[in-house]
C-alpha cells in the first residue's frame, strides 16, 4: 500500500481510503455481513482511513465501523484512522433539516461519536457543512478544544470555499479539506485547490466515481431503489444520464487501452493529480474494493493524461452534483 500525509500536519494514511457512507445510507439496501467483511478486507489490504458521518443512518455506520475494527486483527485494528464528519439535523423519517456548528454542539455531537465508534479518540473530525449562523472560527475553536483534551486528533474542513479555509486555518492548524473531486466534478481546481495547496492543507477526495456515474458499471435502464440518492441526483436523469454515460464509454477506451477498467482509470486520475490528494473509494462490496485497489497499479503518463482531458473535458458533465436544495448548502460552490 501507497501513503500519503494529510497536509503539513496531519496523519499519514493510505493512499486511497474507505468512505462507508453507503454500508449504511443513501444507495439503497446494504448487506451488513457484506460491508463489516469490506471493511476487514480493506484494511487487510494496508487501508487505514476509514471515513464516516455521524448522521450516515443516524449514526448505525459509526457502530457498523466499530463492530468491523473490534472484529478485526489486532494488527490493523491499531493502524485504523477515523475521519468523522458532523453537525447533519435529521429527522426520524430520514429527512436533513439543517446545520449545527455551535460550540456546545460540536462537543455533544463528538461524545456520541465517540461512544458509537467504541474509541477515546477520532483521528480527524470535521463539520460536514458550513453552518451559514456560526463563524466558522468558533465551529473550528471548539473542535481545537478537543484536540486539546484529547478527544480529536486532527481538524478537518468538508466542502467549504477558499475564504472559509483560510478563516478556519487562522484558527488553528488544518489537515485536510474534503470534498467532492473526480473527472466529472472540477470545481475545485479554480481557488480552492491552491488554496489548500499554499496552506498546506491536504485533501481527502469523495465522490472519484460520481456515485458510480464513471464506474463503468452504471447503466442507462437500472432501476434505482426509492429511498437512494441518485434517483434524486440531476446528474442520473434523463437526457443528463445518457450525455453523462457517453463520457464514461469514451473513458473506457482509454481505459481498455491500459487494460484496465474505467473505475480504475477514473480513480488513477484523481491519485495523479496530486501526492496531497486521497481518493475516498466508497465500495460497499469485496469485489467493488478488491476493482478500487487495482487503480494503484494504474500509470498514468502525460499522454495519458491528455487523452483523459480530450475524452472528458472540465465541465463537461451535464448536472449540478446535487439537487438544487442541497446544492444551497455548498460553501464550496459560492
Keep these: 500500500m501507497l501513503h500519503r500525509t494529510l497536509g503539513t500536519t496531519g496523519p499519514q494514511v493510505s493512499a486511497l481510503g474507505l468512505g462507508a457512507m453507503g454500508m449504511s445510507a443513501l444507495y439503497g439496501e446494504a448487506d451488513r455481513a457484506e460491508s463489516i467483511a469490506t471493511i476487514h ?30 472484529t478485526a486483527p489486532a494488527g490493523a485494528r491499531e493502524k485504523a484512522l477515523t475521519s468523522v464528519k458532523f453537525g447533519a439535523l435529521r429527522t426520524v423519517e430520514g429527512g436533513f433539516t439543517g446545520v449545527d456548528g455551535r460550540p456546545d454542539a460540536v462537543k455533544n455531537f463528538a461524545a456520541y461519536s465517540l461512544q ?27 473542535i481545537a478544544e478537543l484536540v486539546e483534551a484529547g478527544h480529536v486528533r486532527h ?44 496552506l ?8 472519484v466515481l460520481s456515485r458510480g456515474l ?7 435502464d437500472r432501476q434505482l431503489a426509492a429511498n437512494d440518492f441518485r434517483g434524486m441526483s440531476p446528474r442520473f436523469q434523463g437526457e443528463n444520464l445518457r450525455h453523462n454515460l457517453d463520457l464514461v464509454e469514451a473513458l473506457r477506451k482509454i ?6 477498467s474505467v473505475a480504475q482509470t477514473a480513480i488513477a486520475w484523481v491519485l495523479a493529480q496530486g501526492e496531497d490528494i486521497v481518493p475516498l473509494v466508497g465500495a460497499r462490496r469485496r469485489d467493488r474494493l478488491t476493482e478500487a485497489l487495482g487503480a494503484l497499479d ?24 446535487y439537487p438544487t436544495d442541497q446544492m444551497a448548502h455548498l460553501d464550496s460552490e459560492r
Aim: proline content about 4%.
Design 41 to 70: 478486507a480493506a484494511l487487510d489490504a494496508g487501508i487505514t482511513l476509514i471515513d464516516t458521518g455521524d448522521f450516515y443512518g443516524m449514526g448505525h455506520n459509526e457502530l457498523l465501523i466499530n463492530e468491523a475494527l473490534r
Design 116 to 142: 458509537r465508534l467504541g474509541t477515546d479518540h477520532i483521528d480527524v473530525y470535521r463539520l460536514a457543512r458550513l453552518d451559514p449562523n456560526v463563524p466558522i472560527e468558533e465551529t473550528v475553536g471548539a
Design 155 to 198: 481538524i478537518g474542513l468538508s466542502e467549504v470555499n477558499a475564504e472559509t479555509i483560510r478563516r478556519a486555518a487562522a484558527v488553528a492548524p488544518i489537515a485536510d479539506l474534503q470534498i467532492e473531486y473526480s473527472l466529472i466534478s472540477r470545481g475545485i481546481e479554480e481557488s480552492i485547490l491552491p488554496t489548500v495547496r499554499e
Design 200 to 207: 498546506g492543507i491536504g485533501v481527502t477526495a469523495y465522490g
Design 214 to 220: 464513471i464506474s463503468g458499471h452504471f447503466t442507462p
Design 255 to 260: 481505459a481498455e487501452s491500459k487494460g484496465a
Design 298 to 321: 494504474v500509470t498514468l503518463d502525460a499522454d495519458d493524461l491528455a487523452a483523459i482531458e480530450r475524452a472528458v473535458p472540465a465541465g463537461a458533465a451535464a448536472g449540478d452534483r
